[in-house]
């Protein structure tokens, strides 16, 4: 158990729709990561937050956003879902520039 | 070309083989990381070096800057090692921003 938790664990949806995947780092890690792994790309970074504030950008896509709130749990939020989004999502968190820690994911399925 | 290479992308062996995973890169790096990802899907980071060489257990991680290139060993492979394997570099100036290679399939039979 790495102490990063990730609800829900599985979501299924439809073309269109919106949801919120959320992430709760582990005690005292002021970093939050959000992952994004789908069959034909593989592991991608989307986004991380330090603090509250963003501190990097990967290849999120504008229907998607995150935040990272004054209790330091993350919310990703994706919108206008198309079945290319359909894939495990996950988020880490770290202290510093330490080892990263990974949640369990939240696999999304777009019909 | 992608910036994180690893071969081989699949791997068998017998339980009891010295395994070795290999990653090359191609930006200059600020620290290396190697993760494991078991067939439930879920993500274990294994080690993080930005040098020399780093051990756990039956793991062992190398890097080498110069070369860009880092090994994975595993020795006396057990069934339970089977798993993907994903290596991972933060380039200089890039913040925490981690790219991932493709990950290498690891399976050994008993």
């Known amino acids: 158990d790495s102490g990063v938790t990730q609800t829900p664990k599985h979501l299924i949806t439809a073309t269109g729709q919106r949801v919120t995947l959320r992430c709760s780092p582990r005690?005292?890690?002021?970093?939050v990561y959000w992952y994004q792994q789908s069959l034909d790309q593989g592991l991608q970074f989307l986004i991380q937050?330090?603090?509250?504030?963003?501190?990097a950008k990967g290849n999120i896509l504008e229907r998607f956003s995150a935040q990272q709130f004054p209790d330091l749990h993350s919310e990703l939020n994706l919108s206008s879902l198309e079945l290319g989004d359909s894939a495990l999502y996950f988020c880490?968190?770290?202290?510093?520039?330490?080892?990263?820690?990974f949640g369990p994911g939240t696999r999304l399925l777009v019909l | 070309k992608n910036e994180v290479e690893q071969s081989p992308q699949n791997l068998t062996a017998q339980e009891g083989e010295f395994i070795t995973i290999n990653c090359s890169y191609s930006?200059?790096?600020?620290?290396l990381h190697w993760l494991q990802q078991h067939p439930g899907g879920g993500i274990v980071s294994l080690f993080m070096?930005?040098?020399g060489k780093k051990k756990h257990g039956r793991l062992i991680a190398t890097i080498n800057i110069q070369e860009k290139h880092s090994s994975l060993h595993i020795t006396a492979s057990h069934p339970r090692d089977s798993a993907v394997y994903i290596c991972?570099?933060?380039?200089?100036?890039?913040?925490?921003?981690?790219?991932f290679g493709q990950g290498t399939r690891l399976t050994i039979n008993p």
């Open positions: 880490a968190s770290s202290r510093n520039q330490e080892t990263q820690y």
């Open positions: 005690s005292g890690d002021l970093s």
């Open positions: 937050y330090y603090n509250g504030e963003e501190r």
């Open positions: 930006v200059g790096i600020s620290a």
């Open positions: 070096l930005s040098s």
């Open positions: 991972a570099v933060r380039s200089i100036g890039g913040a925490q921003k981690l790219v």
